[in-house]
């Protein structure tokens, strides 16, 4: 393994069904799908190979959709292509420009400006008196083109150089900020640049690992978080408005990393490799044991964050040890992975799907950004399947609301029998008390026991009388006040005092309709006593 190049892999951001592999040379693959939706199988194609570019060690497809089929790779030489690949019987394919450096060294990493396109940043290596970070412009022309044996344009002056005597071996151009750098060197700085500074001065640096800064990348949903890594097997995650400190360190365990990457379709996961290991683990930042600065939050102010932590959310073993891994950039949860033998697998990662279930048999589930939901197709339901949701359903689709008439034929409709007698009930006290005044009121228990309601007379004296306790069953011997309104609460229940057993007990089978009649009594009180 030791005598085999390392191998990269990246999905097209423009075709999504192709990727590249680079490592000896450049290949495009392409993925058909055969057979029906139920026995699918996926076939891996090779498309094209563009061996103008060797033993590259770096690239990066090109956000240009006029540049779809173009990518740039860096190569130990410090140079820079622009290579595309050729279309299955078609020519086309080659390198079409290179940018040189001053002095030949060793370009570690590539990174196109997501806004301005053409722009393209790259990182070399150490050279006294020289920057080891320049970007390019790949519409460039110089005042004295000159064309390699192949044909293609060289371009010898970059349009910005950053670093100076330090090699720079990870960067990435910070989202929202067109014109600022971020990047790692092998000095363990991470540090960030601003082009339109007159010079080359970081803007914001921090001494971020114990080693070098081997990876820089953006989170695509939080534009002032970054992850960087190193070969301790340590990733931490920053704030860039506060870059004293970070948000939290990863413990690996103990493996050198070899990349990291945040998926693009689902917040705050982050994927890593390390060296000689099978296993892809999956980091989910937004775990609740791990509190991070919201993008609301003001950094300088927010509460101290948990510092470590070291248990991924899940890991995928792949059949042989990972080199690259690369995320769909629009398949949810389409991870891409590549060995040093150059063994690809397509990884559809699942995750636990969560349920709801409704009262009427209809269920909801979650699939990635997808919410989805299917209806039952039984509109048959058993009486001793018709819990208190179906049933208030069933009565808010009928109109149930404060109408009485209205509510008693309804419960009619419905078949319920107790609140249908509580609405009759409590229309026939309403008609009464209307005609008889705020103040006289027979009182419930009359009510519920007169044999004819209408012929029942509203005035104090139906009320049935009750004998007060003795003074020697009292046990409070103080004074007792009582308010008008309270008065006239017990002389509508028909009670001068406190309800006895006895009378409960003896209208027990009346009691859900005396209990749903007080309450709603009690909820219109202020309207009955006119307050």
């Known amino acids: 393994m030791a005598g085999q190049r390392r191998k990269l892999v990246e999905w097209s951001p423009h075709w999504p069904e192709r990727f590249a592999i680079g490592s000896a040379d450049l290949r495009l693959y392409e993925i058909s799908v055969e057979g029906k939706t139920s026995r699918k199988k996926r076939n891996i194609n090779l498309i094209s190979v563009n ?19 173009a990518v740039a790779a860096g190569l130990p030489s410090g140079k820079v292509v622009l290579a595309t690949f050729s279309e299955p019987g078609g020519g086309g394919g080659g390198v079409v420009k290179e940018f040189v450096p001053r002095n030949s060294r060793p370009c570690s990493a590539v990174a196109w400006n997501p806004v301005y396109q053409n722009h393209l940043a790259a990182a070399l290596g150490k ?13 460039q022309i110089g005042p004295s083109p000159t064309m390699t044996e192949g044909g293609a344009e060289t371009v010898m002056r970059p349009m910005g150089e950053l670093n100076m005597s330090e090699a720079t071996v990870a960067l990435a151009w910070v989202p929202g900020q067109p014109s600022c750098l971020a990047t790692g060197t092998g000095a363990r700085w991470l540090r960030i640049y601003d082009l339109r500074s007159s010079d080359a001065t970081a803007r914001k640096s921090v001494l971020a690992h114990s080693k070098g800064v081997y990876g820089v990348s953006f989170d695509p949903f939080h534009d002032r978080r970054l992850a960087t890594f190193s070969d301790d097997g340590d990733i931490k995650v920053w704030d860039v408005r506060k870059l004293r400190d970070p948000l939290f360190t990863i413990h690996t365990g103990g493996k050198s990393v070899m990349q990291i990457a945040w998926c693009p379709t689902r917040s705050g996961i982050l994927a890593s490799i390390a060296k000689d290991d099978r296993f892809v683990k999956l980091w989910d930042t ?16 927010s509460p101290e964050p948990l510092r470590e932590f070291s248990r991924p959310c899940r890991s995928y073993e792949a059949t042989e040890a990972v080199s690259w891994v690369s995320w769909h950039p629009t398949r949810e949860y389409r991870l891409l992975t590549v060995s040093t033998s150059g063994f690809v697998e397509v990884v559809p990662l699942h995750e636990s799907i969560p349920i709801s279930w409704s009262a009427c048999d209809d269920v909801c589930f979650a699939y990635g950004r997808q919410l989805i939901a299917a209806e039952s197709t039984s509109t048959r339901i058993l009486p001793g399947e018709q819990d208190i949701s179906y049933i208030m359903k069933h009565r808010a689709q009928g109109g149930y609301s404060m109408d009485m008439e209205k509510n008693r034929k309804l419960m009619d409709t419905l078949g319920d029998g107790e609140l249908k007698a509580a609405w009759t009930w409590l229309a026939s006290m309403t008609a009464k008390t209307e005609r008889a005044g705020h103040h006289t009121f027979p009182g419930i228990l009359s009510l ?18 009750r004998t007060t306790p003795s003074s020697s069953s009292v046990h409070d011997t103080g004074a007792r006040t009582l308010s008008p309104h309270r008065r006239l609460c017990l002389r509508m229940c028909g009670w001068e005092g406190s309800p006895s057993n006895d009378v409960i007990a003896q209208y027990c089978p009346l009691c859900n309709v005396v209990v749903i009649c007080a309450l709603v009594l009690c909820c219109d009180m202020w309207w009955i006593c006119g307050i």
């Open 51 to 69: 061996s103008d570019v060797q033993s590259l060690k770096c690239f990066q497809w090109s956000p240009d959709v006029t540049l779809s089929n």
């Open 127 to 139: 050279v006294r008196c020289d920057f080891s970070t320049l970007v390019w412009d790949v519409h």
């Open 286 to 301: 937004k775990d609740s044991s791990i509190h991070i600065a919201s993008e609301s939050s003001d950094a300088a102010t």
């Open 448 to 465: 519920l026991t007169a044999t004819d309601a209408s012929k029942t007379t509203l005035t104090n004296e139906s009320t049935p009388s």
